[in-house]
């Protein structure tokens, strides 16, 4: 019994572990969802000589003169670019055209007005995800090494069962709003950002592990409060019924005992009351 609760505490520790290490990447990482925009050609310079307009001329003065009309044959699809970006909570960064690198701005800034509070709450619903992923980890990791009876560790398997579900149920509601915020700010974002085409991305893939490692975790440790709560009370009832097959043995054995000692006390009397009746019958005899 003990060995089978240690190695079932073992793996829900291990499952919050891996939960929590899966819900801190995601949140503090930009790849939530990635994908394309696309975005008009720059100019080509000096410093920029493909994936670029070439305008007829002379660059020099086209670059310096803003009032000289520009002419390319490049038309429909041929004009623009097609960047890569990607998203997190807090950062969007996209592709640098220009340069390399990339540039970042913040997602909140570009979140619609409307989708803001829905976006905060999805943030203080991650917070709060993984600081009750904490405190369950934490309980079970107690309950695994520093439970001396099994009435403790039932109590703080209890808790930390309490604790996961409840942070798995924040996880879920916060990974749901976060994107609604972003399929709204796809369709109504500022339009020098709104994807050309975009999926989710290796965050997002690691936040919903996250949920299915903290759910797995909870089943576990709520098993295994359930498991030993039923082979708790089965010993106890073996026990019971052994105690009381022992007391009615005794009590059987002590009925049997006054039984056979009242049967040898009449025995005993009945043999003096003999003895002494006998010498009266003696002296009644005719000489």
Not at 110 to 115: C, H, N, Y
Request: neutral net charge; proline residues 2%; aromatic residues 12%.
């Amino acid at each position: 019994m003990k060995t089978n609760r240690r190695c079932r505490a073992l793996l829900a520790v291990s499952l919050n572990l891996m939960a929590l290490l899966f819900s801190t990447t995601a949140f503090i990482t930009t790849h939530w969802c990635e994908g394309t925009q696309r975005v008009p050609k720059p100019s080509c310079g000096k410093e920029k000589k493909t994936n670029c307009l070439n305008y007829g001329g002379n660059e020099t003065a086209n670059e310096t003169n803003q009032n000289v009309v520009h002419y390319s044959w490049e038309t429909g699809d041929d004009r623009f670019l097609f960047r890569y970006f990607h998203t997190g909570i807090w950062y969007s960064c996209e592709e640098n055209i220009n340069a390399a690198g990339e540039k970042c701005r913040s997602f909140i800034d570009l979140a619609p007005a409307s989708e803001k509070g829905v976006l905060w709450l999805s943030v203080v619903s991650e917070v709060l995800y993984i600081m009750l992923l904490v405190v369950g980890f934490s309980l079970m990791c107690l309950e695994l090494f520093h439970s001396s009876s099994v009435i403790d560790g039932l109590k703080l398997n209890a808790f930390a069962a309490v604790f996961t579900v409840l942070s798995g149920l924040l996880g879920m509601v916060a990974h749901m709003m976060y994107t609604q915020v972003f399929q709204v700010t796809v369709s109504l974002g500022p339009e020098d950002w709104r994807p050309h085409s975009w999926d989710y991305g290796w965050s997002f893939c690691l936040a919903w592990g996250s949920f299915t490692c903290c759910m797995a975790a909870s089943v576990t440790t709520l098993n295994s409060y359930t498991k030993t709560v039923i082979e708790f009370r089965h010993k106890r009832k073996i026990f019971e019924q052994g105690f009381r097959e022992e007391q009615n043995f005794l009590d059987q054995e002590a009925i049997k005992y006054f039984r056979e000692r009242s049967v040898q006390s009449v025995a005993r009397s009945g043999e003096l009351f003999m003895d002494s009746a006998s010498p009266r019958k003696s002296r009644l005899l005719p000489i």
